[in-house]
């Protein structure tokens, strides 16, 4: 019995040092250059594929992956249905924790995301507006608590 609780004990302490080093993988000591987030919004976007890597880029990129993903697409392929949802994906992930995450004071603003946003939302219909407006007050919401 005891040997069972030894067990038990060594895997909550092996599982409370892993989440602590997964936190620190999200602080801000590392930043990532415009290219690398040029290239991730384009690999995601081409290849339809989401990687783990692509979301470290992402969330600490904050506002300056909109201006990645207005750089990398143009409006036709922006309104495709299937890259709005990665965009929207993209942008959902820029400013999941941009309090911790995001190295740039001024990228933990979301300026030209609201400005990519408004665009996307006057240009769609139906759900997709719908998408975008969750969106945009999920970006208001993480800016506000930064």
Not at 3 to 23: C, H, P, R, Y
Not at 35 to 58: L, P, S
Request: net charge negative.
């Amino acid at each position: 019995m005891k040997s069972g609780a030894l067990v038990l004990l060594t895997v909550f302490i092996i599982a409370l040092l892993a989440s602590g080093q997964d936190s620190q993988d999200c602080k801000p000591s590392t930043s990532y250059s415009f290219k690398q987030v040029k290239d991730a919004v384009h690999r995601v976007t081409t290849t339809h594929i989401y990687h783990g890597w692509d979301d470290k880029v992402f969330n600490r990129s904050g506002d300056l992956v909109s201006v990645a993903i207005l750089q990398t697409l143009d409006d036709g392929e922006m309104m495709s249905s299937r890259t709005l949802e990665e965009v929207l994906s993209i942008i959902r992930s820029a400013f999941a924790c941009t309090s911790r995450c995001v190295a740039a004071g001024s990228d933990r603003q979301p300026r030209v995301t609201l400005l990519l946003l408004e665009h996307l939302h006057n240009n769609t219909t139906g759900s997709a507006q719908s998408e975008i407006d969750e969106t945009k007050e999920f970006v208001l919401q993480q800016a506000g608590s930064s």
